[in-house]
């Protein structure tokens, strides 16, 4: 406990600051005021009549003009994200079942615009509750089935970014990057520490329609932390999305992500690909929509493997007053030595959510799915907006005809005046020729301010 309240102090301080020198700055430009005018009444003849006061700001901050430094400080947003988890995990082939009760804590701060420029600044506390019974990745307790949520203190963002260019926003240092549905770059917000990224960032809607993104990354800070013998690593890559939005009915995206991991040069790879995502509205209640993807992967920097594989993926659907359903078949090839690979994916969103397959197998991985959602369109307030998902999933090995097994998932969520979200999630994986059967549960509380 005692880091987690140093981690509060220091940040709380960190946040207070601004506002406190800003305080004294106006308490001594209320003073400089107050002196001046006693020296101009001194002087000056007595008026023939009085004028009545104006009337005092209830803005203590008012003395800064609007495009003031100052006031770019005292106007800025503060926040406080705090979730707790309980996860249960029973694995095959462990004695005992996982219990990781771990609390997460971000604080954080972002300035207001001054002159195109804006800074922000976020950390984050990760805390086990009780007993640590579960393998954290950290801890060393490998008797138990993985929960990756390890114990940690670190600053989770911290950027300057500038916005003095039309429709551009240019970002440097630590961030958050999520592109198109995070299959191949997202923030992994499932786990309690996020995965952010070292970076210089460029992003522009200068063009009608259009998106275009670009980011250098020098670093990339992974979910199981600093403390982590893989807790992140050093990078010398590239990564390139351009979208543009036709109509509703066609959007395309196109990509290229060239990485290179000094720490993990068998992740090393150059992906380029095309997405394209759409939907149709057949009346005011039911609408189509699609999902397609197709991507080439090749070795590329520090890797020394050699390979060149595929991904492709078709997702149709229907959605009718509140209910989302979906057909899916993903694939990612393999040659039995390499596999196309997407080490830097929000991975728990995509093959079930028992998180099996984060790393894909050497003979590749097909993922035929379906699924159903319902977000509740009626009712009181604590019914109303509850947001239910149940999904299917039956993997086989892209180059062999091994069966990698099913899986089950199903989840709750509902969040209450919007800033109380409560969440249930279930996952069982029923293995066959890879693996072990696993069964996943989860209870989130989370509250935002």
Known sequence: MRLYSRFLLITSAFVMVPIVTVLASSD????????????EKSAAPAPAESAPAAPASSDPFSCFPPDSLGHALVKGKHWIDVRYRYENVSQDGFAEDAYASVLRTKIGY?????????????????KALGADHYNSTTNGKTQFPTVSDPEDTLLNQFYISFQGLPKTNITVGRQVINLDNQRFVGSVGW???????????ISSQFIDKANIYYAYLRKVNRITGPSATNGAYESDSHIVNVSYEVDPLLKVTAYDYALDFNDAAS??????????????????????IYAGEFARQSDYGSNTANYDESYYLIEPGVTWNGLTGKLGYEVLEGNGTSSFQTPLATLHAFNGWADKFLTTPANGLED????????????????????????????????????YGTEWNASIQQTFYERLTLGLK????????????TTKVIATVQIKY
């Open 28 to 39: 001594a430009v209320a003073a400089t005021k107050a002196k001046a005018s006693s020296k």
């Open 110 to 126: 972002k300035t207001g615009l001054w002159n195109g420029f804006q800074v922000a600044v976020e950390g984050e506390n990760i």
């Open 191 to 201: 786990r309690q520490n996020d995965q952010t990224f070292d970076a210089a960032s």
């Open 267 to 288: 992740s090393s790879s150059n992906t380029y690909g095309v997405r394209l995502t759409g939907k149709y509205a057949v009346n005011s209640d039911l609408s189509l």
């Open 368 to 403: 035929k799915y379906v699924s159903l959602g319902y977000k509740v369109p009626f009712g009181e307030s604590y019914i109303k907006g509850t947001e239910i998902m149940v999904a299917y999933h039956d993997y086989q090995a892209e180059n062999t005809s091994s069966d």
């Open 426 to 437: 279930f996952a069982d994986y029923n293995a066959d020729q890879l693996f072990t059967d």
